[in-house]
C-alpha cells in the first residue's frame, strides 16, 4: 500500500524556466511533508518542509504548496539550474517522525 | 557542517555471509534511524532508536537483521546470512531531540551501497 505517491518517474525542463514535481498521498493522519534531494551515490538531502496547518511554504528558489482536501503537494523550482539535476523525494510522517517516502522523480534540467 | 557518518561506503559479499554496517550520527541527535532503499524505490525504515531503545522494528527481517545503539550513540546493522534480495542501499538518518517541527526532520548519511553475489 503506497502511502505517498510521486506518479512522475522523470521530469525534463529547460534551465531558467520552473519545475513542478507533484506527490499525492492517501494517509490523512500526515501532517508533516518534506521533500528530499538526492544525488547519485550520496544520501538524501533535506530540502524544504511544510506543516498541514500551512498551505504554502517558501525558501528561496523553492516552494512548497500543499493542498489537504485534495492530498496533494507539489514542489517549485524556479528558476531552474543545472545543479538541481537530481532525484527528488516526497515524504510525510505523523507525531512518531517515521517518515513514509514516495517513489521518486528524476528531475533532468536541459541547459 | 555536522554531517551523520556511515562506513563503509560499499560492501561486496558473497551470499550466507555476515555483514556490518556502522553509522555515527550528528552529535546530539537522540533519533537514530536505519533505511533501506531499493534501486528504483524510495528509503523503507527498518529500525529507529531513541537513545539507546528501539522505538519501531516492525519492518525489520528479525531472522536475519539486528541493529543496535549500545550506548545510545552510534549503531550497528548486522544482516546473517546474506540473501540476494538484500542488495540495496543502507541509509542511516538521525533527529534532533527538540519538539515540534525541528523534530521532524531527518538528516541522512551518503549510505552503504550493498551488493550480495
Known amino acids: 500500500d503506497q502511502q505517498v505517491k510521486q506518479n512522475s518517474p522523470s521530469l525534463s525542463v529547460q534551465e531558467g524556466r520552473i519545475s513542478i514535481l507533484n506527490c499525492d498521498y492517501t494517509?490523512?493522519?500526515?501532517?508533516?511533508f518534506l521533500w528530499y534531494k538526492k544525488y547519485p551515490a550520496e544520501g538524501p538531502t533535506f530540502l524544504i518542509s511544510?506543516?498541514?496547518?500551512?498551505d504554502k511554504n517558501e525558501d528561496g528558489r523553492f516552494t512548497v504548496f500543499l493542498n489537504k482536501s485534495a492530498k496533494h503537494l507539489s514542489l517549485h523550482i524556479v528558476p531552474s539550474q543545472p545543479g538541481d539535476s537530481a532525484v527528488y523525494f516526497c515524504?510525510?510522517?505523523?507525531?512518531?517522525?517515521?517518515?513514509?517516502f514516495g517513489t521518486g522523480t528524476r528531475l533532468t534540467i536541459i541547459p | 557542517e555536522a554531517e551523520v557518518a556511515q562506513s563503509p561506503r560499499y560492501k561486496i559479499t558473497e551470499k550466507s555471509q555476515a555483514v556490518a554496517f556502522w553509522c555515527d550520527p550528528i552529535?546530539?541527535?537522540?533519533?537514530l534511524y536505519w533505511y533501506r532503499q531499493i534501486l528504483g524505490q524510495g528509503p523503507e525504515l527498518l529500525v529507529q532508536?531513541?537513545?539507546?531503545?528501539?522505538?519501531?522494528d516492525s519492518q525489520l527481517p528479525k531472522d536475519r537483521f539486528s541493529a543496535e545503539r549500545l550506548k545510545g550513540v552510534d549503531s550497528t546493522l548486522k544482516i546473517q546470512p546474506a540473501e540476494l534480495g538484500d542488495s540495496a542501499m543502507y541509509l542511516c538518518?538521525?533527529?534532533?531531540?527538540?519538539?515540534?517541527?525541528?523534530?521532524?526532520?531527518?538528516?541522512f548519511g551518503a549510505g552503504t551501497r550493498l551488493s550480495v553475489l
Open positions: 538518518a538521525s533527529s534532533p531531540r527538540t519538539a515540534g517541527i525541528a523534530k521532524n526532520i531527518q538528516y
Open positions: 494517509n490523512s493522519m500526515f501532517d508533516y
Open positions: 511544510i506543516s498541514s496547518i500551512k
Open positions: 515524504a510525510a510522517n505523523f507525531g512518531n517522525e517515521k517518515l513514509t
Open positions: 552529535s546530539g541527535h537522540a533519533t
Open positions: 532508536f531513541q537513545d539507546e531503545s528501539v522505538v519501531d
